[in-house]
């Protein structure tokens, strides 16, 4: 007995039905709708809109992807991130970000706007490896996390940033660096008797000298400090 092939009963049982001009009308109009809706997405992502809601089945919804803005503010501030309208982000959003809003829009049956994205101040100029994460508006300044793409954040970053949280942090690692920095200086330097005036004399020296370099470089670069520029869509913020 002759071995029954699958493709063939698969295209036989097709073509009882429909003819190969109709599945190629058909599959080229499929692609084409979805061609629209990826343009339509890309838009929005590029859009400037302050759109502050979306039109989502709370009932669809997980609740492990819905944060306040708060939350998203604390997290922020404690790692030097921004968290800007989609259309400063300079970085390719990827494909894959792409399909979920597709999926959430079919779901949900409607089309989201008002896109966030959260990530590292240089993001929003360059294009970089760390994590971005994607945000669409729910209301009542709550955001649904759509995307999480890239690699993680150093784990180190938090203690990094942590002098830029506020002005009490930075003179308190001014002062810490300071310290060591007199410490390291060789006895006898100065004068053949060491003496605990001619240390805070050095100290305040140094102190001096290390605090004029950071505030030479916070003003010549525009820095400021984390929850100055969470939100600031300005690169000198």
Same mark, same amino acid.
């Given at each position: 007995?002759?071995?029954?092939?699958?493709?063939?009963?698969?295209?036989?049982?097709?073509? =009882?039905?429909?003819?190969?001009?109709?599945?190629?009308?058909?599959?080229?109009?499929?692609?084409?709708?979805?061609?629209?809706?990826?343009?339509?997405?890309?838009?929005?992502?590029?859009?400037? &809109?302050?759109?502050?809601?979306?039109?989502?089945?709370?009932?669809?919804?997980?609740?492990?992807?819905?944060?306040?803005?708060?939350?998203?503010?604390?997290?922020?501030?404690?790692?030097?991130?921004?968290?800007?309208?989609?259309?400063?982000?300079?970085?390719?959003?990827?494909?894959?970000?792409?399909?979920?809003?597709?999926?959430?829009?079919?779901?949900?049956?409607?089309?989201?706007?008002?896109? =966030?994205?959260?990530?590292?101040?240089?993001?929003?100029?360059?294009?970089? =490896?760390?994590?971005?994460?994607?945000?669409?508006?729910?209301?009542?300044?709550?955001?649904?996390?759509?995307?999480?793409?890239?690699?993680?954040?150093?784990?180190?970053?938090?203690?990094?940033?942590?002098?830029?949280?506020?002005?009490?942090?930075?003179?308190?690692?001014?002062?810490?660096?300071?310290?060591?920095?007199?410490?390291?200086?060789?006895?006898?330097?100065?004068?053949?008797?060491?003496?605990?005036?001619?240390?805070?004399?050095?100290?305040?020296?140094?102190?001096?000298?290390?605090?004029?370099?950071?505030?030479?470089?916070?003003?010549?670069?525009?820095?400021?400090?984390?929850?100055?520029?969470?939100?600031?869509?300005?690169? &000198?913020?």
């Amino acid at each position: 007995m002759k071995g029954i092939n699958i493709e063939h009963k698969l295209q036989n049982r097709r073509g =009882k039905k429909w003819d190969s001009e109709q599945i190629l009308a058909e599959v080229q109009q499929i692609l084409s709708e979805d061609s629209k809706k990826e343009e339509q997405i890309a838009h929005q992502l590029g859009s400037k &809109n302050n759109v502050r809601a979306n039109d989502f089945d709370f009932d669809l919804l997980k609740t492990e992807k819905i944060f306040h803005i708060d939350q998203i503010k604390e997290i922020c501030i404690d790692y030097r991130l921004r968290f800007l309208n989609s259309s400063y982000f300079k970085g390719k959003i990827p494909q894959e970000a792409i399909s979920k809003i597709k999926l959430l829009e079919t779901i949900h049956n409607t089309s989201l706007k008002g896109f =966030k994205v959260m990530a590292p101040s240089k993001l929003f100029k360059l294009e970089d =490896k760390d994590d971005p994460l994607l945000f669409a508006p729910i209301g009542n300044d709550y955001y649904y996390l759509i995307h999480k793409w890239g690699n993680d954040l150093h784990p180190l970053r938090k203690l990094f940033v942590w002098p830029f949280k506020n002005i009490s942090n930075l003179v308190l690692v001014v002062l810490l660096i300071s310290y060591f920095v007199t410490l390291m200086v060789p006895e006898g330097l100065f004068s053949k008797k060491n003496s605990t005036a001619e240390f805070w004399i050095i100290f305040f020296f140094m102190f001096k000298c290390i605090a004029s370099i950071v505030i030479f470089y916070g003003f010549a670069l525009g820095k400021n400090f984390n929850p100055a520029i969470w939100k600031s869509k300005y690169y &000198n913020a």
